[in-house]
């Protein structure tokens, strides 16, 4: 028997979304689900136990920036990601292929990998498909990433297939470069917001025959009504039995709207971003405790969540920790962001099960004063 399998427990009858359950060698992840984003092997300011407490299921790590600290190796002689952070769920690190997107003017790049100089100290690092692979197979993520090259929005066409066509063969080296079977490899569908480029990348994947498949080159600029309509031409052509993965999205709103096209995982940086910078996801929509409304306000932030910055602390006294610089601020407001995403997700898998997603995501928007 595989150390990994998707089941699908239910599909809603009017959207495509589905609930479904992603089994991996250190545990089972519900889907929908979210992944807090852990890029140096830690979800900013939040313990493992937190995370737990909040809902999350599986983390996200970042191979570019562990392989420059404290370096893979380092992190293997450390008994791997698990152990090494103290988290016991399941684990999935990128390849570092958003980073040849997003430290575009540090790198060279051909056929062959990608050189950057280090944004810390200038050194060099190179990552080719085998030593991305080699770097993930020692920080020991249930789930790798293919290397890939993620092509800015607005690209060219032609840019854009030679993109898509670097990211196959680049894929088809990071299969061949695989020699741990307790790890699942998923290949990403690139191809900008063209839907022949698209079709192009995920119909030549397919033949790879991966475990899962992510999208991604989508929330890097475009419009969010050309990231649904690019789910819409791409998510069918995925496979039916096997996790879909939206890399790097993103606003509750992108969420809702791709679960019910049939996206199963996610992750983002914004529910600790945000929660750093004093901007709460809540059941009403966004809340800003750095405005002055907030400062007599003793009701909780949000009345619907259980969190503890919800259940014993009021906005005057979050608010306050936000003015007066104190890092107590910042960890509640990130503790009540990730709890905000699972409780989210948690609602549309229960929606899909009870086959009424529809209503539920129009009820959702509607309170966000999102248009239906």
């Not at 152990?83 to 399941?90: A, I, L, N, V, Y």
């Not at 790198?107 to 200038?122: A, L, N, P, Q, Y």
Request: hydrophobic content about 40%; aromatic content about 6%.
């Amino acid at each position: 028997m595989s150390a990994f399998e998707f089941h699908l427990d239910a599909a809603d009858p009017t959207t495509s979304g589905r609930a479904g359950r992603w089994v991996t060698p250190h545990g089972v992840v519900d889907t929908p689900a979210f992944m807090p984003v852990g890029t140096l092997a830690t979800v900013k300011g939040l313990l493992p136990a937190q995370l737990r407490e909040a809902g999350a299921q599986m983390v996200l790590a970042n191979t570019y920036h562990l392989a420059l600290r404290p370096g893979s190796e380092i992190v293997a002689e450390m008994g791997g990601l698990h152990r090494f952070m103290d988290w016991q769920g399941p684990i999935l690190t990128d390849s570092g292929g958003f980073q040849v997107f997003s430290l575009a003017q540090m790198r060279k790049m051909t056929d062959e990998k990608v050189v950057f100089k280090s944004h810390i100290d200038g050194s060099t690092l190179e990552l080719s498909p085998e030593r991305a692979i080699e770097i993930q197979e020692q920080l020991g993520a249930d789930v790798m990433m293919c290397l890939d090259e993620c092509p800015p929005s607005g690209e060219s066409i032609e840019k854009i297939r030679v993109a898509v066509d670097r990211t196959t063969r680049w894929a088809w080296r990071c299969r061949d470069a695989q020699k741990r079977s307790d790890q699942a490899l998923f290949g990403i569908v690139q191809g900008g917001i063209h839907p022949a480029m698209r079709q192009r990348s995920a119909e030549a994947l397919l033949p790879i025959d991966f475990p899962g498949y992510a999208v991604g080159g989508l929330s890097v600029g475009e419009a969010p009504e050309l990231m649904y309509q690019t789910l819409d031409c791409t998510v069918p052509i995925l496979p039916a039995n096997k996790p879909r993965y939206l890399m790097g999205v993103g606003r509750p709103e992108d969420i809702v709207e791709a679960v019910t096209r049939g996206i199963d995982m996610f992750d983002c940086v914004m529910p600790t971003r945000n929660g750093r910078n004093a901007m709460a996801f809540t059941s009403t929509g966004p809340v800003r405790l750095r405005n002055a409304v907030h400062q007599r306000d003793e009701s909780p932030l949000d009345a619907e969540c259980e969190c503890t910055a919800c259940t014993r602390f009021s906005r005057a006294y979050l608010r306050h920790l936000f003015v007066a610089k104190e890092m107590l601020g910042p960890i509640l407001l990130s503790l009540h962001n990730v709890a905000f995403y699972q409780r989210l997700v948690r609602g549309l898998r229960k929606a899909i099960v009870a086959g009424n997603l529809a209503e539920h995501r129009a009820a959702l928007l509607a309170r966000w004063g999102s248009a239906v």
